[in-house]
């Protein structure tokens, strides 16, 4: 069993950045793959990024890569997304999610936190 808690979300304006935390606590943190998710008012929850147990692989949904990094720090059992650029588009919960295999980390993984609320204004 792994719980998350994601902090960092708020109110900020077009062009901005803002950094996203994910603590993870109950399991071993090493050997679980990571991942971000996002849903916008009266979207589907769409995948955002995903980070290997190791932090060696990283994959990125079109709509944020360039703009978006997912890294995390196993001695601190923490992950982050930091998001530069930031559009009003990108108004959304955010979620952390965690699974023991990368391809499901994708899709459908085990854990998931409770999100933190983004709103980006122009």
């Known amino acids: 069993q792994v719980q998350l808690v994601e902090s960092g979300g708020g109110l900020v304006q077009a062009g901005d950045s803002v950094r996203l935390s994910c603590a993870a606590s109950?399991?071993?943190?090493?050997?679980?793959?990571m991942g971000w998710f996002r849903q916008a008012p009266g979207k589907e929850r769409e995948f955002v990024a995903v980070?290997?147990?190791?932090?060696?692989?990283?994959h990125y949904a079109d709509s944020v890569k360039g703009r978006f990094t997912i890294s995390r720090n196993n001695a601190r059992n923490m992950v982050y997304l930091q998001m530069n650029s930031l559009k009003p588009e990108d108004t959304a919960v955010y979620y952390c999610?965690?699974?023991?295999?990368?391809?499901?980390?994708?899709?459908?993984?085990?854990?998931w936190g409770q999100g933190t609320q983004v709103t980006v204004s122009s």
């Open positions: 109950g399991r071993t943190f090493g050997n679980y793959a």
């Open positions: 980070i290997s147990w190791s932090g060696g692989s990283t």
């Open positions: 999610a965690a699974d023991p295999r990368l391809s499901t980390a994708v899709t459908t993984p085990r854990y």
